[in-house]
């Protein structure tokens, strides 16, 4: 009978080491989207579902802001039409330029680095407002890489929605007075694998 109970304690203990090995993997998950996430710019047409960029605009302003003031404002635009219509829009104002090359690579679907959906993230200006916008943007990209999305990082709509032309469609997001369009991210279903780009780990010093 002693040996039973013994037998049944050891397979316990087995199978709780078991668990707590595969529990704490786990927990991983953050570090490995740290290392796997990279500026994705190549998207399925496969829309992201809705509840997931829900989910994902939560993830962004759970993060941390200046005394919690949580200066930001977030749209999400997963509407289609919307996205041809504003890629349009700024196509047809930057025709000829330089500013269209650059953009109109082969695999070209829309000026948002070809991304299904497109969350902005506006912001006043103010004291450690690039610092607060730049840890939600984090949260979020993080967020997508573990949900197996591509996200890209988009400084350039500052200058893209200062287009004369662009007007509507940044009335049309919304942001309160006194916020500015400070980025956007591109999401979608990653069709492209980029490798990962090289870091200067010369940058980290630690002081004696
Ligand atoms: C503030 C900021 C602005 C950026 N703006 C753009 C942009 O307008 N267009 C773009 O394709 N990528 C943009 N990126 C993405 C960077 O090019 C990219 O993060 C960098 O090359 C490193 O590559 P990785 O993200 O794959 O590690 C931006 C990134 C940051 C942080």
């Given at each position: 009978?002693?040996?039973?109970?013994?037998?049944?304690?050891?397979?316990?203990t087995?199978?709780?080491?078991?668990w707590?090995?595969?529990e704490?993997?786990?927990k991983?998950?953050?570090?490995?989207?740290?290392?796997?996430?990279?500026?994705?710019?190549?998207?399925?047409?496969?829309?992201?579902?809705?509840?997931?960029?829900?989910?994902?605009a939560?993830?962004?302003?759970?993060?941390p802001s200046?005394?919690?003031?949580?200066?930001?404002?977030?749209?999400?635009?997963?509407?289609?039409?919307?996205?041809d219509?504003?890629?349009?829009?700024?196509?047809?104002?930057?025709?000829?330029?330089?500013?269209?090359?650059?953009?109109?690579?082969?695999t070209?679907?829309n000026?948002?680095?070809?991304?299904?959906?497109?969350?902005?993230?506006?912001?006043?200006?103010?004291?450690?407002?690039?610092?607060?916008?730049?840890?939600?943007?984090?949260?979020?990209?993080?967020?997508?890489?573990?949900?197996?999305l591509g996200?890209?990082?988009l400084g350039?709509?500052?200058?893209?929605?200062?287009?004369p032309?662009?007007?509507?469609?940044?009335?049309?997001?919304?942001?309160?007075?006194?916020?500015?369009l400070?980025?956007?991210?591109?999401?979608?279903?990653?069709?492209?694998?980029?490798?990962?780009?090289?870091?200067?780990?010369?940058?980290i010093?630690?002081?004696?």
């Open positions: 009978m002693k040996r039973v109970v013994l037998l049944l304690a050891l397979c316990v087995a199978l709780l080491s078991v707590l090995v595969t704490s993997q786990k991983s998950g953050v570090l490995e989207a740290i290392e796997a996430r990279r500026s994705v710019r190549a998207y399925k047409d496969t829309p992201v579902e809705h509840e997931k960029l829900e989910f994902l939560k993830c962004g302003v759970l993060a200046a005394m919690n003031k949580q200066e930001w404002e977030v749209r999400i635009v997963e509407n289609k039409e919307w996205i219509g504003a890629t349009a829009a700024y196509l047809k104002a930057v025709e000829g330029t330089d500013k269209a090359k650059y953009m109109l690579t082969p070209f679907k000026i948002f680095r070809n991304g299904s959906a497109v969350i902005f993230v506006g912001a006043p200006d103010g004291l450690f407002s690039g610092e607060n916008v730049g840890c939600l943007a984090q949260n979020i990209m993080l967020a997508a890489t573990e949900l197996g996200t890209c990082f350039s709509v500052q200058m893209m929605f200062a287009e032309a662009m007007a509507e469609y940044l009335q049309s997001l919304g942001f309160s007075e006194g916020y500015k400070r980025y956007a991210l591109a999401v979608g279903y990653p069709d492209e694998a980029p490798e990962a780009k090289p870091r200067d780990m010369s940058k010093k630690f002081v004696e």
